[in-house]
């Protein structure tokens, strides 16, 4: 998304005219998403699968807040209904009901006005960095746990919360430490660094 977004931004600085090819491919994207690769989890390792949750968001954020964005947003609601009845997925629906919320909030006009707490709006900030390492941080808890209390239910469910409060605690510390930094070369090598290394072991894995 971010490569197309990009594209489109290049293409309409030259042409003007052709501003909307990015978004047309977003949104094609999102449709090729929501009717083929969610409904195979043979594409749940790679961006396509995913592709319609981010797809839905964007498409929404840019039809509402204008002249008959309402509209809009109901004529989406209908394309991801017409998904659902192909292939009923709870995760699409979750999706789906998110972009409605949302989209209607910004209609109305008050989304962006709302008054937000502080602490949500700090969480909000150090999202995108607790996606990024919640995985791995909640399979390191989790396995503690298992191994010390296979079988009491009571501190299973205290593991949950653990493993809650450390991803959110791993995503702060990232956040500070690297999305905040993303400009310093130093930083950005390293990720890069890192990026290289898990491809090379994603690829010996499979030799």
């Known amino acids: 998304m971010a490569l197309l977004l990009g594209l489109s931004r290049w293409i309409s600085v030259r042409r003007p005219t052709w501003g909307w090819l990015g978004a047309a491919a977003i949104g094609g994207l999102t449709l090729a998403s929501l009717f ?19 797809g839905l968001g964007c498409c929404a954020y840019w039809l509402t807040g204008r002249p008959k964005g309402g509209l809009w947003l109901l004529a989406m609601a209908g394309v991801v209904a017409a998904a659902l009845v192909t292939d009923f997925r709870e995760r699409i629906v ?90 310093d070369p130093i930083v950005r090598r390293a990720v890069m660094g890192l990026f290289a290394v898990g491809g090379a072991l994603a690829v010996y894995s499979q030799v």
């Open 94 to 183: 979750v999706a789906a009901a998110i972009m409605l919320l949302l989209g209607a909030a910004r209609q109305a006009g008050w989304l962006e006005t709302v008054a937000v707490p502080g602490f949500l709006s700090r969480l909000a900030r150090i999202s995108y960095s607790v996606v990024l390492v919640h995985f791995p941080l909640c399979l390191v808890v989790s396995a503690l746990v298992f191994h010390f209390f296979p079988e009491q239910a009571s501190a299973n469910a205290l593991g949950m919360g653990l493993a809650v409060f450390v991803s959110v605690a791993g995503g702060a510390a990232f956040h500070r430490l690297v999305e905040c930094r993303t400009l």
């Open 36 to 54: 083929v690769f969610n409904r195979n989890p043979y594409w749940d390792e790679t961006a396509l699968y995913f592709f319609a949750y981010y």
